[in-house]
DNA sequence: TGATAATGCTGAAGGAGATTCTGTTACAAG
DNA sequence: CTTGTAACAGAATCTCCTTCAGCATTATCA
């Protein structure tokens, strides 16, 4: 589906968006056309899904991020629980397997506001329990990779 | 900070980082170049982080999304413990506060490439324990907004 | 209060880059 | 061997980025 040209035109654009198509082809060796073609396709089929800006959320006053566990009755996608996402505070929300049926990525704008909004999140039906995760620090936070080709197993085993 | 111009310039990047200057400039009412202006600003100052492409896991060969809770002895940025970030599979490693110490976002080609990581994780010396969540479905995952105001308390709280 | 400087805007203009077009090559199918 | 398709390079056009010159507004300070 993807050959090395496309992985090497898909991570500079991971990179940065901003380069030119001619700037990219020196990096992957083709043409600026050729290039312009290729993202054409790729934006076409769904491989890159956007173009956006990345923004610090300190700077946009939303200092504080967490991870919050749901436990919810029931599961998948209920009308109910959808509601979770119209909280502009929740970025990310995923179904999971494990000791707990949700996790949601939200960025608040401090402690108090956090409360508030699990406040909100147990006045949703179905919801029965929520534990909290505080990022105290963010080590490393990164957009999808593809210019790395996984190649398993590719990681050295562990002797023993 | 941040005017009313700045977060209308900043939602319309979020939106689609591939828009031209005069049309962000039509959306926020001010011409092309006083975008630009802005934007040089708003990048230089730190609040755009960069501009970049958002890949479909799938598409790229990494279908499973996981969160894995990793708890360790000792806290903090040990080098030991960077040598996580290390891996191209991991793109979000955070620091918490609750009952665990770490949370990595990863990104596998399927559930034997995930046990191989975790294989890896568990030869970092401080290393102890880990609980995976396995990411079934995704409802929602968009960058960080910025055109939100958000004054708190803004969502009716429930009553009792 | 009034003078001066600084900031941030608009509209015009030049230049860089995006996008289209044409011709060519490589490869696959018949 | 012939034909058709896919994908590329180079040239040309056209859009948009980026700079520049003035102007309005606001802040600073005498």
């Known amino acids: 589906m993807l050959d090395a040209f496309d992985r090497k035109i898909l991570g500079a654009l991971v990179e940065d968006a901003g380069l030119s198509y001619a700037r990219i082809g020196e990096r992957a060796g ?7 073609e290729r993202v054409k396709r790729l934006r076409s ?5 956007s173009v956006t800006a ?22 998948g996608k209920s ?4 509601r979770m996402g119209e909280f502009p505070e929740v970025e990310e929300m995923h ?9 949601l990525k939200v960025r608040t704008q401090g402690p108090q506001a956090l409360e508030h909004l699990l406040l909100q ?7 029965t329990a929520s534990r909290s995760y505080v990022v105290l620090s ?7 990779q593809a210019d790395v080709t996984l190649d398993w197993p590719k990681h050295p085993l562990p002797k023993e």
């Not at 089929?45 to 899904?49: C, F, Q």
């Open 30 to 36: 083709l043409s600026a056309p050729a290039v312009f």
């Open 45 to 49: 089929a769904g491989v890159i899904e």
């Open 54 to 75: 990345r923004l610090d959320g300190e700077s946009v006053g939303k200092p504080l991020l967490a991870f919050v566990h749901v436990d919810t009755t029931g599961w």
């Open 79 to 82: 009308e109910r629980l959808m």
């Open 95 to 103: 179904s999971v397997a494990g000791d707990t049926g949700m996790i």
């Open 121 to 127: 999140l147990y006045v949703i039906p179905g919801v």
């Open 138 to 144: 963010t080590y490393l936070d990164r957009p999808v």
